[in-house]
Each structure stands twice: as C-alpha cells, then as structure tokens.
C-alpha cells in the first residue's frame, strides 16, 4: 500500500494500484475532467448563423448539425448547373450529374436494359429477308458509310426516324441508313448544353462535322 495525494480534493488515500492512480474517488476524477475540460473550451463563430458557440477543436464551422445541413443545401443552390442532356429513351431533358449518366430515370435506364437484352427491329425479320435488306441498303450509297463517306465492310444500319426498336419501327429502305459502328456511336452522342441562359447542341459527331448549334427561345 501507498500514499498518494487526491489531484482533485487533495485528501491522502491509499492505493495498492500501481501507475497513474491520481483521485480518490470516481466523483473526484469526474470534477476534475469537468473544470479542465471547459478550462480548454474556446469561442468560435457558426459559419452560417453567426452564433457564438463552445468547441475545443478549431476546425469546427458550424454550432449544430442543423446549421451545418443548412449550409450544405444553400452550397448546392449555388453550385454551378450541371450540363443539360437529353435522354436517349424518352427524350426528357435532364441535368446531367456524371459522364456515365445517359437516362433521366431508372425507368427509362430499364427499358433501354430490355432493349439491349431484347432484339432490334432488324434483328426480328427472317434472315433472308434482312440480309436483302442491309445488301440493298449499302448498295444505295455505293458501299460508302452514310456519315464519313469512307468505305464500309462491317457497318449498322440506322434508322433515320430515330425507332429501330418495336413491332411499329420502320424497316423500309428510305428510312436506312448503313454506317461505320464508331459512326453509329457519335450520331447519337449529343447532348444539350446550357451555358450562361444559352442553350445549344454539343457532341463528338458535331465537332466531326465542324458544326455549332445553338437554340434560340422564341
């Protein structure tokens, strides 16, 4: 057994207790934390109301969470708008959050995952019958791609009212059009784009084709 002075009261106990045994009772010990602890405490101004509040770390901005919910929404109000793309399912406008975002809804994200998954207009003709087709097609443009002009091989047939999909698509000569895939792909890659109130069309087969189109509300 040992002597050791109370850091709080001051009053001499035993202990057998090796090692920082410093108060003699728990009330002690939790006095003690108390009056240190509000000892460190410093003044800080809310970032967002502007209220004076107690805090011991100095990074702290804000004196509730509900202030700190607060200044999280009026940022995003601020925020710059993000791109404004058109869905390529239903058409809709949508702001555009990320690159890999191509649908304004997870209904329209599902039924252009049934379309990948189901079978093209094309794809439902007899195969006799669509290879006719797709020959017929590319001889019209003298086997050159529709966009580039170079020749083709390998290419897709696109459908110019935009519906290659459905019992209702149209599958007649004048409505296709035989391209490269990668042309395929940049023919549908445009987005709509608002910059300072001014709205206009950008995508890769636009700046392929050296064209800038912008939309002037009436």
């Known amino acids: 057994m040992r002597e050791v002075n109370c850091q709080n009261c001051g009053k001499v106990f035993q202990t057998a207790q090796r090692g920082h045994h410093k108060f003699c009772s728990i009330e002690c010990r939790t006095d003690w934390y108390n009056q240190n602890r509000r000892s460190k405490l410093k003044d800080f101004v809310c970032s967002y109301c502007g209220q004076t509040f107690e805090a011991k770390d100095k990074r702290r901005l804000y004196c509730s969470r509900e202030c700190a919910i607060a200044a999280s929404n009026q940022r995003q109000k601020e925020r710059k708008p993000h791109p404004i793309k058109i869905c390529s399912i239903c058409g809709k406008p949508f702001e555009w959050t990320r690159n890999s975002k191509r649908y304004c809804s997870q209904s329209c994200c599902d039924k252009a995952r049934s379309r990948r998954k189901g079978k093209s207009a ?79 069309l950008e995508g890769d087969i636009l700046k392929y084709l050296h064209l800038t189109v912008k939309i002037i509300k009436e």
């Open 122 to 200: 094309l794809k439902t003709l007899p195969s006799r019958v669509r290879a006719a087709l797709r020959e017929d097609v590319a001889d019209r443009q003298d086997n050159l791609c529709w966009l580039c002009g170079d020749p083709i091989e390998r290419f897709d047939v696109h459908h110019l009212d935009g519906d290659g999909y459905g019992d209702a698509a149209d599958n007649s000569a004048a409505n296709l059009v035989a391209m490269h895939r990668e042309c395929h792909k940049l023919f549908h890659q445009v987005n709509l784009i608002r910059r300072n109130d001014t709205w206009s």
